[in-house]
């Protein structure tokens, strides 16, 4: 009985510091705090759309007196096009201030896809556009959404 006991207390020792130092899935504390960041963001960003100054990025894009704050029209055309081809079943712009006559946007925002392949394109996507600004690109935590700001 005082071996089970033993073999019992050292197990529980063992399984105590391997799930303190991971979790289940294999991921760091850093790592952890990340998702829980991403997917509080995702959440934010679902209430951003529902609100009534948003729009289908490429109609809006498309009109004169609309404009990207601190970014380039034709780099967020390009982009909503790049997020479209991939895959991505809605692309917006949300947030849209009104300056006299001019609609202002600072941002994009991505839906991005169920399909594990249609969204590693549209992740490799935000990559490449986030490292050309020397931005840390997004990860994939399942969220359902993630944004480009242009500001």
């Not at 073999?7 to 294999?26: D, E, K, P, R, T």
């Not at 109609?59 to 895959?87: C, M, P, R």
């Not at 991505?88 to 201030?97: L, W």
């Amino acid at each position: 009985m005082k071996n089970y006991s033993l073999i019992i207390a050292l197990f529980i020792m063992v399984f105590s510091l391997f799930f303190s130092s991971c979790n289940l899935w294999g991921m760091s504390k850093e790592e952890i705090a990340e998702r829980k960041e991403i997917l509080e963001i995702d959440k934010a960003i679902k209430e951003s759309l529902e609100e009534s100054n948003k729009a289908e990025a490429k109609i809006w894009l498309k009109e004169k007196n609309h404009i990207v704050f601190e970014g380039s029209k034709e780099q967020a055309i390009k982009l909503t096009d790049d997020f479209y081809s991939a895959g991505s079943p809605m692309v917006y712009v949300s947030g849209i201030e009104t300056m006299d006559d001019v609609e202002i946007i600072a941002h994009i925002t991505v839906l991005i896809p169920e399909d594990k392949e249609k969204r590693k394109k549209v992740f490799e996507i935000e990559a490449s556009f986030m490292k050309d600004i020397g931005e840390n690109p997004t990860k994939d935590y399942g969220q359902k959404y993630f944004s480009i700001a242009f500001d």
